[in-house]
T-cell receptor, first 113, second 110 residues
Framework: EAQVTQNPRYLITVTGKKLTVTCSQN?????MSWYRQDPGLGLRQIYY???????DKGDVPEGYKVSRKEKRNFPLILESPSPNQTSLYFCASSLYSAVDEQFFGPGTRLTVL | DAKTTQPTSMDCAEGRAANLPCNHSTISGNEYVYWYRQIHSQGPQYIIH???NNETNEMASLIITEDRKSSTLILPHATLRDTAVYYC???????????FGGGTRVLVKP
């Protein structure tokens, strides 16, 4: 089944403790991206990647890192999480770019205490 | 990318057509109109997209005005499962970034 998976689905952590949210797709998509969703602010793009080793900032990249060493994986790294990064995170992938149909993962709900 | 304006919310009766408007008056010639929906904290789901012609698929129809400054998403027979937030997005051909606005919260009532 074609899908985007994220792990973990739920995470509660403390300020400053490094964490990684994984994202994997099995559709051989070149384009992958991360979003965060907060009440009243909607979905905002954090980072995107056009292909392996090609990443770029979205609208809210501060406090996040990403890497794209393999085509199928696009982990989101929070080196030193802070409470303002408490949010619902979505990973998405598409064939080549943002213009193509985006397939979203189920979301990761992160709470930073 | 052009900015879009959508009503904040709307109600629809089950079984009736739902017509969701979107204004994109600053759209340029190489920008597409996309519609996604998000059902209660799930990942957004693609519905349909178009450039200047009307489009139809198994989920919905997209009507784009001749001047392309506005569009309407039509859910022909709304069901309770269509209750969601619907996002109208304008994006350049070969665009790299997807920007979601506030969307329209649609409540389908029995």
């Amino acid at each position: 089944e074609a899908q985007v998976t994220q792990n973990p689905r739920y995470l509660i952590t403390v300020t400053g403790k490094k964490l990684t949210v994984t994202c994997s797709q099995n559709m051989n998509h070149e384009y992958m991206s991360w979003y965060r969703q907060d009440p009243g602010l909607g979905l905002r793009q954090i980072y995107y990647s056009m292909n392996v080793e090609v990443t770029d900032k979205g609208d809210v990249p501060e406090g996040y890192k990403v890497s794209r060493k393999e085509k199928r994986n696009f982990p989101l790294i929070l080196e030193s999480p802070s409470p303002n990064q408490t949010s619902l995170y979505f990973c998405a992938s598409s064939l080549y770019s943002a213009v193509d149909e985006q397939f979203f993962g189920p979301g990761t709900r992160l709470t930073v205490l | 990318d052009a900015k879009t304006t959508q009503p904040t919310s709307m109600d629809c009766a089950e079984g009736r057509a739902a017509n969701l408007p979107c204004n994109h008056s600053t759209i340029s010639g190489n920008e597409y109109v996309y519609w996604y929906r998000q059902i209660h904290s799930q990942g957004p789901q693609y519905i349909i997209h178009g450039l200047k012609n009307n489009e139809t698929n198994e989920m919905a129809s997209l009507i784009i005005t001749e001047d392309r400054k506005s569009s309407t998403l039509i859910l022909p027979h709304a069901t309770l499962r269509d209750t969601a937030v619907y996002y109208c997005i304008v994006i350049k051909a070969a665009g790299n970034k997807l920007t979601f606005g506030g969307g329209t919260r649609v409540l389908v009532k029995p």
